[in-house]
């Protein structure tokens, strides 16, 4: 009898446990709320006297567990205070499970497909945590706090001989299709590639509903792709017709008056140095000797503040934007054409007002003196990468003298730099060539080479010595003044501890002792494994374990360049952070005070949130490129690399042209697999054979998904 007695009541507090989740649910709904226990017991369907009886027990022991609190005798209201409700966003993997990500946890908290509630991917969300059968901290969704986003690409799916059909969404991981009645189509027709707006999400109901904003055309076509990509991200590929109105008014001409203002360097050599496909011209380098020998080296960049005025249309919709958007087949600029390729682009045989830093120089790289202001220059010559690197490696041409000397000056500066604790990622980017109907004939790898190196190193001095200038005095104590930084942090040390674990099986050793001897370590690393096998492989863990560059008002330094202080101020005519850096550069010459910081710093968390998705959609393109351009090659066999392992299967990547394809762990029929997540392995449980991150293996490519933007690939023996 004691035994059965045991288990009613194990059973019963589990049963008043699950009543007591369904009434925070309830009470999450309207989290301010005040309820008595029948509008509780109403609001959960708890209806006959019995039930509402577990239900004043749930509310005690709510109560006992601090969860709720009693305003007044019989009435109850949520404690937002209490240890197991938390707020953060939630991200979703392709399962349907998901986790949230809260501020000032490490672990993000495991949310089970059967508890997210009407949450989406990236939402705001409140949740319930609790420990599940002693494991792991897991959590519900009880409250959506704040959609991420409205607005989403799918495909229409008619219901026949209904009123209604679902959107089914393009990313698996919106789990859920809406549903959109007949008079909201809107014009779409059933299979018809559409942005669909979320109205709302009523309780009790399976889907969303919405309606249809935007028909797209017909799934895998290459123009309703590229616009989907744009429309998933928010991304907007016209400019308003007021935008583009304003900048046509804009004066073009070089006003005398102007140019007394600023130091005319028109009568200096000056050039740029860009990819042979760019029409919008950021940055050109002038060079000429000094009577004492040294070298007096300009920075110019484009002065878009003179154009792009504060609380202006065309600056309004910049800072929306945050950055040009370089997808494979075309550029969504950050300003109109008329300013991204015309007026603030630095052509040929053209005077331009420009923002300056000029460097004196030695032999020796070292810099004697300094200057930051506005100028006036006149470049006399476009060179193409490829033009300057011919001049370095044949020492002959037009310009090759002074190509050569910065050359020479730049190997000496990025030299230093990587003493200084500086790594050097120089990872190849995927290209496509494409024909007159912009598709794939071709891929091609962009590799940098002597002459990228030469416009990087005197890019990032300019970079890093705005940022001191603005940041230090001339005794090199910090000024506080507000600035926008370009930061990247330290790596996360348990994630290099396990980059260490990992390389040492491949005989390799890591020095993690401090931030310079991780440096070095990282930089021997990549250069040991240059034609290894497993060079791809620990390039990208070595990537992985590495912190993402953002944008803040906080200082604190730039660990892959090694720099105390960077910012981003050669490139406005695409990034807003470098316009911010002009206009703030511009107002301390000036004199000014410190701006407010704040309002610097809202803008940088803008700008770095719009860069990430600016990156995902170049991804996305990129996927989308290389998808198309192996349906052409459906059957054929390749040699692969295991590129990324995860517990349902893994990717291959194909050296030759940088595709990436899925080899689903339920398609290796030879035996049953299991993920060993610290080895980046799956292991065959029976016969022990084990694909590992960075193996090499044999594939057939099996299927083409370019609505999906994924090849699925086969094992081959």
Not at 226 to 239: R, V
Not at 619 to 624: A, E, G, N, T
Request: proline share 3%; net charge negative.
């Amino acid at each position: 009898m004691p035994k059965k007695s045991k288990y009613f009541s194990q059973k019963n507090h589990q049963k008043l446990q699950d009543i007591g989740k369904k009434v925070l649910a309830f009470m999450n709904e309207k989290s301010s709320k005040i309820y008595n226990y029948k509008q509780i017991a109403d609001g959960i369907d708890y209806v006959n006297p019995r039930q509402r009886e577990m239900v004043i027990q749930a509310l005690h022991q709510l109560l006992a567990d601090d969860k709720i609190k009693e305003t007044d005798k019989g009435k109850y209201i949520l404690n937002l205070k209490i240890q197991g409700t938390l707020t953060g966003i939630i991200d979703f993997n392709q399962s349907g499970n998901a986790y949230v990500n809260v501020e000032g946890i490490e672990d993000d908290i495991f949310i089970h497909s059967k508890n997210v509630k009407d949450a989406l991917q990236g939402d705001k969300v409140m949740i319930v945590t609790y420990n599940f059968k002693g494991k792991k901290l897991e959590g519900s969704v009880v409250q959506v706090l704040e959609r991420n986003k409205t607005d989403f690409v799918g495909t229409l799916d008619y219901i026949a001989h209904k009123e209604f059909g679902f959107v089914v969404a393009d990313k698996k991981i919106i789990h859920t299709d809406i549903f959109v009645k007949k008079e909201n189509f809107h014009g779409a027709n059933p299979g018809d590639k559409v942005v669909v707006k979320m109205l709302g999400w009523r309780k009790g109901d399976k889907n969303p509903e919405g309606e249809i904003i935007q028909v797209l055309g017909a799934p895998g076509e290459h123009e309703t792709e590229i616009h989907s990509i744009l429309a998933e991200y928010g991304l907007p590929y016209h400019f308003p017709e007021e935008v583009e109105k304003e900048a046509d008014k804009i004066d073009r001409e070089i006003h005398e008056n102007e140019v007394k203002k600023r130091w005319d360097m028109r009568e200096v050599l000056t050039f740029t140095i860009d990819p042979k496909d760019a029409k919008d011209f950021d940055d050109a380098l002038s060079i000429r000797k000094l009577s004492n020998g040294n070298w007096e080296i300009g920075v110019h960049i484009a002065d878009v503040s003179h154009y792009v005025t504060p609380g202006s249309l065309i600056d309004e919709e910049a800072y929306q934007r945050a950055t040009s958007v370089y997808l494979v087949d075309r550029v969504v600029p950050m300003l109109p054409e008329v300013l991204s390729n015309g007026v603030c682009s630095l052509r040929p045989n053209e005077d331009k007002y420009t923002f300056s830093a000029v460097f004196e120089m030695d032999e020796e790289a070292q810099i004697h003196k300094e200057w930051f202001g506005r100028t006036v220059t006149h470049s006399d010559r476009r060179f193409t990468y490829e033009e300057a690197q011919e001049r370095i490696e044949s020492e002959t041409g037009d310009l090759a003298d002074e190509i050569l000397t910065l050359n020479r000056l730049a190997k000496i500066m990025r030299s230093q730099r990587i003493k200084n604790g500086a790594i050097t990622f120089d990872r190849s980017e995927v290209r496509f060539n494409l024909d007159e109907n912009k598709e794939p004939i071709g891929v091609y790898f962009k590799v940098s080479k002597d002459s990228n190196h030469l416009i990087e190193e005197f890019m990032l001095l300019a970079n890093r010595k705005v940022s001191e200038y603005i940041s230090l005095t001339r005794k090199g104590e910090y000024t506080n003044n507000t600035f926008i930084y370009r930061i990247h942090d330290d790596p996360d040390p348990a994630k290099l501890e396990a980059l260490r674990d990992f390389v040492s099986t491949f005989g390799y050793k890591m020095n993690l002792a401090n931030t310079k001897k991780v440096a070095e370590s990282m930089n021997a690393l990549l250069q040991g494994v240059q034609g290894k096998p497993e060079e791809n492989m620990i390039e990208t863990l070595a990537m992985r374990s590495m912190s993402k560059a953002v944008y803040s008002t906080n200082p604190i330094g730039h660990y892959g360049l090694g720099f105390e202080y960077y910012s981003h101020f050669t490139s406005p005519i695409r990034r807003y952070p470098d316009l911010i850096a002009h206009r703030l550069l511009q107002h301390y010459l000036d004199g000014g005070k410190s701006p407010n910081r704040n309002e610097i710093e809202e803008k940088s968390k803008h700008c770095s949130a719009m860069e990430r998705l600016a990156a995902d959609a170049e991804r996305d393109s990129i996927k989308f490129m290389q998808v198309k351009f192996m349906e052409k090659h459906l059957g054929e066999v390749f040699e692969g690399v295991i590129s990324g392992v995860a517990e349902f299967g893994f990717w291959v990547a194909i050296p030759e042209n940088g595709a990436e394809g899925l080899i689903k762990l339920r398609d290796l029929v030879d035996d049953s697999y299991n993920y060993d997540a610290k080895t980046h392995a799956v292991y065959g449980s029976r016969t022990g054979n084990q694909y590992q991150l960075g193996d090499q293996v044999k594939i057939k490519v099996m299927k083409a998904n370019l609505i999906q933007k994924q090849l699925d690939f086969k094992i081959v023996e």
